[in-house]
């Protein structure tokens, strides 16, 4: 399907209320979460397991990225790159045609991310999967408007990227969408617990008329993340730890690598005596316990004015 098929059509996909669907799309996708190369899949080895949080059960097969790996999405990314920075307006098309793409799918995409993640599907529905489109449809317009409103910027390059599995495919979104705009390509890694909606992503891309080699994912666990960060790329994004944030910054010190880390932290909930304190109560509950307390930002400290 062309991006110009895209715009012309008001269909939706499915609608699926149980797991059918999400299950049926992995069979047929051979039950293995792999590499997505140069706009290609690449490996599929059964390496180790990702499993349904909630039962136990295994969903799907990973495959564990190699250095060599790696360094063949690095390189698709490289070659793709100076093309895919050119045009604004051609990276906004392809954008809108992503976010496009995932609302057509958005159920699909919810239920695989409640699988593979364990969160409420209420959430991942109504929070994590709408505000993931959203994310895609405002970068286009930043990408249709980078060469009148920011003159004097340019794209660093090839970023790698490194998530975690408490947002999969919300991180995603954060990290792809933006980079993309800008007129970067991008080597993404996946939490080696929750690959599958970034599978599901990869799939979108080729049917959204990404040109090969702009979205590459990589699969794998921290052996992969690090052949990752020591690669010939110009930018290392990573959502995750203090402590793997440290040896991140350790690793890429030097090298004239562009990083951004977001890292746990201890962040207050600050109540002051003039605050309405049902609403203040609610929102304490909702700030430490929200996504089962698994979020950078999670209130873990209460500040009470005395």
């Known amino acids: 399907m062309t991006i110009k098929d895209i715009f012309e059509s008001m269909d939706y996909g499915p609608a699926p209320e149980s797991s059918a ?116 449809y405002h970068h286009a317009g930043f990408a249709q408007l980078m060469k009148s409103e920011l003159p004097d910027r340019e794209a660093l390059g090839v970023c790698g990227q490194i998530i975690p599995w408490n947002f999969p495919l919300l991180m995603l979104a954060w990290k792809i969408a933006p980079a993309l705009a800008m007129g970067n390509t991008v080597v993404l890694k996946p939490a080696e617990y929750t690959p599958l909606t970034a599978m599901i992503f990869a799939d979108i891309c080729t049917q959204a008329g990404v040109p090969a080699g702009v979205v590459n994912i990589i699969t794998g666990d921290g052996e992969t993340g690090a052949a990752l960060v020591e690669a010939e790329v110009d930018k290392i994004a990573f959502t995750g730890s203090t402590e793997v944030g440290r040896k991140i910054r350790q690793a890429t010190a030097g090298s004239g690598k562009a990083l951004s880390l977001e890292l746990g932290g201890k962040s207050p909930y600050i109540v002051f005596e003039d605050a309405d304190i049902d609403s203040a109560v609610e929102g304490l509950v909702d700030a430490i316990w929200f996504n089962q307390g698994q979020v950078c930002c999670a209130g873990s400290r209460l500040l009470v004015q005395e």
Do not use: C
């Not at 093309?83 to 695989?112: C, D, F, P």
């Open 21 to 136: 669907e999400a299950l049926a799309w992995l069979a047929d996708n051979g039950g293995i979460a792999g590499h997505y190369i140069n706009g290609k899949w690449g490996a599929l080895r059964d390496d180790f397991a990702t499993t349904n949080p909630a039962t136990g059960v295994k969903l799907a097969g990973v495959t564990k990225g190699t250095a060599e790996e790696v360094a063949l999405a690095v390189a698709a990314a490289r070659k793709a790159q100076p093309a895919w920075a050119k045009s604004g307006h051609k990276r906004a098309r392809v954008l809108y045609a992503i976010a496009r793409l995932m609302q057509k799918h958005s159920r699909l995409l919810a239920v695989m991310e409640t699988l593979d993640n364990g969160k409420p599907i209420r959430e991942a529905r109504d929070i994590d999967v709408p505000l993931a489109i959203r994310h895609f």
